[in-house]
């Protein structure tokens, strides 16, 4: 996939405790834990072993977006720590990641995805046709809203 401008975007497949995996930390840092005064622990990390992790490289450039996927059944995922670079915000990165990480994984035999959005991309998710559902809640200190696709009753 090429982007305006001419650079390829490329889509990755990243595995756990790898170089790269490495580096899809370090955005994720970044973007998601730093502002908010945190870090990921040891254990949340330990955890991601069996996760699925994903991410667009810009050409021979580094990650600037990444997403990761824990399988829950057979066939529902819940998606979780979306991250874009700052600097490539707005280009429609994010939306892209989605869309070849929701492929890729029906390609696996999922079918159903969940997310916990914070409050301020739920508009993002809706555009992807994800569906809020229950009560806003705090997750790492911030409001957040789970949301579904396609609709399923949970």
Same mark, same amino acid.
């Given at each position: 996939?090429?982007?305006?401008?001419?650079?390829?975007?490329?889509? *990755?497949?990243?595995?756990?405790?790898?170089?790269?995996? @490495?580096?899809?930390?370090?955005? $994720?840092?970044?973007?998601?834990?730093?502002?908010?005064? *945190?870090?990921?622990?040891?254990?949340?990390?330990?955890?991601?072993?069996?996760?699925?992790?994903?991410?667009?490289?810009?050409?021979?450039?580094?990650?600037?977006?990444?997403?990761?996927?824990?399988?829950?059944?057979?066939?529902?995922?819940?998606?979780?720590?979306?991250?874009?670079?700052?600097?490539?915000?707005?280009?429609?990165?994010?939306?892209?990641?989605?869309?070849?990480?929701?492929?890729?994984?029906?390609?696996?035999?999922?079918? @159903?995805?969940?997310?916990?959005? $914070?409050?301020?991309?739920?508009?993002?998710?809706?555009?992807?046709?994800?569906?809020?559902?229950?009560?806003?809640?705090?997750?790492?200190?911030?409001?957040? $809203?789970?949301?579904?696709?396609?609709?399923?009753?949970?």
């Amino acid at each position: 996939m090429t982007r305006p401008g001419g650079r390829r975007l490329e889509f *990755l497949e990243i595995e756990w405790c790898t170089p790269l995996y @490495q580096e899809a930390l370090d955005l $994720r840092h970044r973007v998601l834990r730093e502002p908010l005064g *945190l870090r990921l622990t040891a254990e949340e990390l330990d955890g991601e072993y069996a996760d699925l992790h994903f991410g667009l490289r810009n050409g021979s450039e580094n990650l600037v977006a990444v997403l990761s996927a824990k399988p829950l059944t057979s066939s529902a995922v819940k998606l979780r720590q979306m991250a874009v670079d700052p600097e490539k915000q707005g280009e429609g990165l994010g939306a892209k990641l989605l869309g070849e990480v929701e492929s890729a994984l029906e390609k696996k035999g999922y079918s @159903q995805f969940q997310l916990n959005a $914070r409050e301020t991309a739920i508009g993002f998710y809706e555009k992807a046709g994800y569906t809020a559902v229950g009560e806003t809640f705090t997750e790492i200190s911030l409001p957040h $809203r789970k949301m579904v696709k396609p609709h399923v009753d949970v």
